[in-house]
């Protein structure tokens, strides 16, 4: 059973900072890994894709990686800002196109 | 473009009655899923359906069921409502084979009473 981990839970940081948010995953056969973005009371925004040939993705100031052998993705923010104030979540999408997410980091940037 | 089309957005609904949510997507996805959120939580998988005419349960499914009622619509539904289904439903669809992200709707906020 896929079983989707994201460390830390919050995370609160000055603007400014570099930030990394961690996700790990237990079976590595995966189709892809994708980061969203939820703002409260929104729905979920798509921020990276991943496929599993792949081992990052950068949009901006936001790069993910993917090690699928070790069952790891890291999404790193560059001089966070206040806007980024969000709860991420990352989710794999495994052989049986099941899509499981991780409980999600939910990030502070203070101003 | 549309992407993903929930309805309703909200909704009361007293203890043992019943509801279907809808689900529509614009992508041509091969596959859509229903999740529900609770406060504080991440997103938990209810059902799943791969493919057009295929639907598999996810880590929830118990007091649901759905219909994949054709490539474009995926609904649930509630057979009899109850105070602990409280929570906000999410809808999605993606295509793992195309290596197409996922996309959402916007949710609907359902209160069981």
């Known amino acids: 059973k896929q079983e989707v981990t994201q460390i830390p839970a919050a995370l609160s940081v000055p603007e400014g900072e570099n930030l990394v948010l961690n996700c790990s995953f237990t079976?590595?056969?995966?189709?892809?890994l994708q980061w969203f973005r939820q703002d409260p009371g929104k729905g979920l925004t798509s921020l990276l894709l991943?496929?599993?040939?792949?081992r990052e993705q950068t949009s901006g100031r936001l790069n993910a990686s993917l090690d699928k052998s070790s069952g790891r993705s890291t999404l790193y923010i560059a001089a966070s800002q206040p806007g980024d104030s969000a709860t991420y979540l990352c989710?794999?999408?495994?052989?049986?196109?099941?899509?499981?997410f991780g409980s999600g980091t939910r990030l502070l940037v203070r101003p | 473009n549309a992407g993903v089309t929930q309805t309703p957005k909200f909704q009361v609904l007293k203890t043992g009655q019943s509801m279907t949510l809808q689900c529509a997507q614009d992508m041509n996805h091969n596959s859509m899923y229903w999740y529900r959120q609770d406060p504080g939580m991440g997103l938990r998988l209810i059902y799943y359906?791969?493919?057009?005419?295929?639907?598999d349960k996810g880590e929830v499914p118990n007091g649901y069921n759905v219909s994949r009622l054709n490539k474009r619509e995926f609904s649930l539904r509630l057979e009899s409502a109850a105070p602990s289904q409280t929570s906000v439903y999410f809808c999605?669809?993606?295509?793992?084979?195309?290596?197409?992200?996922?996309?959402f709707g916007q949710g609907t906020r359902l209160t069981v009473v």
């Open positions: 359906s791969a493919s057009e005419g295929t639907t």
């Open positions: 999605a669809s993606g295509d793992g084979l195309e290596g197409t992200e996922a996309f």
């Open positions: 991943i496929q599993s040939s792949q």
């Open positions: 079976d590595s056969a995966i189709y892809n």
């Open positions: 989710a794999v999408m495994d052989s049986s196109y099941k899509l499981i």
